[in-house]
């Protein structure tokens, strides 16, 4: 069974400093991956996708994600951390052409000024 | 375009009571799945329907909990009777290619407290 899991639950970062949360991912067969993030009160928003191909992928607000086979890793970064970055991040696996969706349990980034 | 739409946006009912929600997907959306996010955790998939029919319900609590997407437009997740365990967030996702590559975009969500 596929599985997925964010290491650290909550982390501070100074804004202006970078960022990287962590995932790993179990699944037998060739992953899809995702990175959501979910503000207060607000549904998940995509910010980015790993199908195939170039392991290193461009998603929306600033954020990219490295794809590591050899991990079992779909890091997401960011060079510089926003304010309005605050929020829930989840990283998820999806079960062949990105269906059925499995959530990690989540990392909070909350950002100081 | 229209996002996927919820509601209602909260409820608060008594445990032993009925609720439901209702989802209705981005226009043309073939697929549909109900996940539930109980607090502090990430959400879980109850249920996926590919236009009326369930392509998976093995998370589902079927005694308590049923779905349905009757026209394969939009969907009602219903749960009788509540119990405490299932205050949570309900979350309606929907995606655009039937069986293919695709990206899941979610609504608001509903939050359910049972007291």
């Known amino acids: 069974a596929q599985s997925v899991t964010q290491p650290d639950i909550h982390i501070t970062v100074s804004e202006g400093a970078s960022l990287e949360l962590r995932c790993n991912y179990s699944?037998?067969?060739?992953?899809?991956l995702f990175w959501y993030v979910q503000s207060p009160g607000q549904g998940l928003q995509l910010l980015l996708k790993?199908?195939?191909?170039?392991?290193l992928v461009q998603g929306i607000k600033g954020f990219e994600a490295e794809f590591k086979r050899s991990q079992s890793s779909f890091n997401l970064r960011k060079p510089s951390v926003h304010w309005s970055d605050a929020a829930e991040y989840f990283c998820?696996?999806?079960?062949?052409?990105?269906?059925?969706?499995?959530f990690g349990g989540g990392t909070r980034l909350m950002v100081k000024p | 375009e229209a996002g996927v739409a919820q509601s209602p946006r909260y409820k608060i009912i008594e445990k032993r009571q009925s609720v439901a929600f209702w989802c209705n997907p981005i226009?043309?959306?073939?697929?549909l799945y109900w996940y539930q996010q109980i607090l502090g955790q990430g959400p879980k998939l109850l249920i996926q329907?590919?236009?009326?029919?369930?392509?998976?319900d093995s998370q589902l609590p079927k005694d308590r909990f049923s779905a349905e997407r009757l026209k394969g437009v939009d969907s009602t997740l219903k749960i009788q009777p509540a119990k405490l365990e299932d205050s949570a967030v309900y979350l309606c996702?929907?995606?655009?290619?039937?069986?293919?590559?695709?990206?899941?975009?979610f609504g608001p969500g509903t939050r359910l407290t049972v007291l």
């Open positions: 996702a929907s995606s655009g290619l039937a069986g293919g590559l695709n990206t899941q975009y």
């Open positions: 699944y037998g067969a060739t992953p899809y």
């Open positions: 790993y199908f195939s191909g170039d392991t």
């Open positions: 998820a696996v999806g079960k062949g052409a990105g269906n059925m969706l499995t």
């Open positions: 226009s043309g959306h073939a697929t």
């Open positions: 329907f590919q236009n009326n029919g369930v392509v998976d």
